[in-house]
């Protein structure tokens, strides 16, 4: 839990960024957007009526994204919240590089008030500059991997410069905790979900994240990473893999329905929708909709879930259903906390240590060594003779 004088510098900033800027430009990849990006899009939208906007770099080595959004910033009056621990990881450096090099070109001496780095506490390169620089700062802890780390600065100042109530997140996720911890099997869900994923994974080789929002994709995406990471080493763990329905139905579905059999799905369902509209009868009935005349929209969703459930099961595709009341940030919070422990609980029955990811190293290497980077003189022989 974060002291509350870190809660409260956060919102403070927030608000001082909300009121000064257009959009935060938040530089990072990983762990380090992910759950941020999950609980701005899955709570405000993807056309939020929030007029601050929230900006995703750094998460990808394309140049055609990288300059087309510095091309978007150059008309607004942005900040930028780099996130990395060393500072020095590729993709969000070259990023950070870029952002801070058009922040300089626009405001000169005063681009450093509006950098805000969320890094180590004592060493790195970023922490380094930041000090130099006179960025503002915020901790990434030490004892915390990527994919758990939305619940502090990493996480929590961009959720709230997009106007999201951390206090009423961190809510969320403080009882999930209880209820993970205190409550016997009988009523501990994160228990029971963690224990029929290992259950099926006796017979099958993919899990599929399915919701009917798409709103709700990159809480998938985030998932994929807490699961992937925690799980996928020594030869062993669930591929993890989403769809969002009905949209997926259209393309996934048949595979799904009758492909190889290799996957079950767990099914996230929101029971309370946001907005639901109506649909209303027409004078002609050219669409055969009219038989739908005073039903709710959302009515129709939970009636295409509920004859998918049915269809894949009939087809060998065991399902699992999540159920959440609505997805605002308490139960948002309660929410990613509950995939959390299970995660851990679902890794040690296992037998890996769900909390550590040595293979992401891998490509890195390989890359420092095919861009000539200093000292890696020797690997980058080698992997050009591979060549």
Do not use: C
């Given at each position: 839990k974060l002291p509350e004088s870190e809660v409260k510098r956060i919102i403070a900033t927030a608000q001082r960024i909300r009121e000064n800027y257009d959009c935060l430009v938040v530089v990072g990849i990983g762990g380090s957007y992910l759950g941020a990006r999950a609980a701005i899009e899955a709570i405000n939208g993807l056309y939020s009526k929030d007029n601050f906007e929230i900006i995703f770099l750094g998460n990808t080595l394309s140049s055609t994204y990288t300059k087309q959004v510095l091309d978007y910033l150059e008309n607004k009056k942005f900040a930028v919240n780099v996130i990395s621990k060393s500072g020095t990881t590729t993709e969000p450096a070259i990023a950070f590089r870029l952002c801070k090099e058009l922040l300089i070109k626009k405001y000169h001496e005063k681009a450093a008030e509006r950098i805000f780095a969320t890094t180590d506490a004592k060493k790195g390169a970023l922490r380094n500059l930041a000090t130099q620089e006179g960025y503002e700062t915020f901790v990434v802890p030490d004892d915390i991997g990527g994919r758990y780390s939305w619940f502090t600065a990493v996480g929590l100042l961009p959720i709230a410069c997009a106007g999201i109530d951390i206090d009423a997140l961190m809510k969320g996720s403080y009882d999930a905790m209880n209820d993970c911890v205190n409550n016997g099997?009988?009523?501990n869900d994160a228990m029971k979900y963690a224990n029929m994923r290992n259950?099926?994974?006796k017979t099958k080789q993919i899990e599929i994240l399915v919701n009917f929002e798409p709103r709700l994709a990159y809480i998938s995406e985030w998932w994929k990473q807490l699961y992937g990471e925690s799980e996928g080493k020594d030869h062993k763990g669930l591929f993890p893999a989403s769809l969002v329905y009905s949209t997926?139905?259209?393309?996934?579905?048949?595979?799904?329905?009758?492909g190889?059999?290799?996957?079950?799905?767990?099914?996230?369902?929101?029971?309370?929708?946001?907005?639901?509209?109506?649909l209303r009868k027409e004078a002609e009935d050219l669409d055969q909709l009219n038989y739908l005349d005073q039903t709710k929209m959302?009515?129709?969703a939970k009636k295409a879930m509920q004859g998918t459930i049915l269809a894949h099961v009939d087809g060998g595709v065991p399902n699992l259903v999540l159920e959440v009341e609505e997805m605002d940030a308490y139960h948002l919070?309660?929410?990613?906390?509950f995939f959390m422990f299970a995660c851990g609980v679902s890794g040690y029955m296992l037998g890996v240590n769900p909390f550590n990811q040595p293979g992401v190293e891998a490509y890195k290497k390989n890359m420092f060594a095919l861009?000539?980077?200093?000292?890696?003189?020797?690997?980058?022989?080698?992997?050009?003779?591979?060549?």
């Open positions: 099997y009988d009523s259950l099926l994974y997926d139905l259209h393309s996934m579905g048949q595979y799904v329905q009758e190889k059999g290799l996957m079950f799905e767990t099914v996230l369902n929101v029971l309370n929708p946001e907005e639901n509209l109506i959302d009515s129709v919070g309660y929410l990613l906390y861009l000539d980077k200093p000292g890696y003189e020797e690997e980058s022989k080698a992997i050009r003779a591979k060549l």
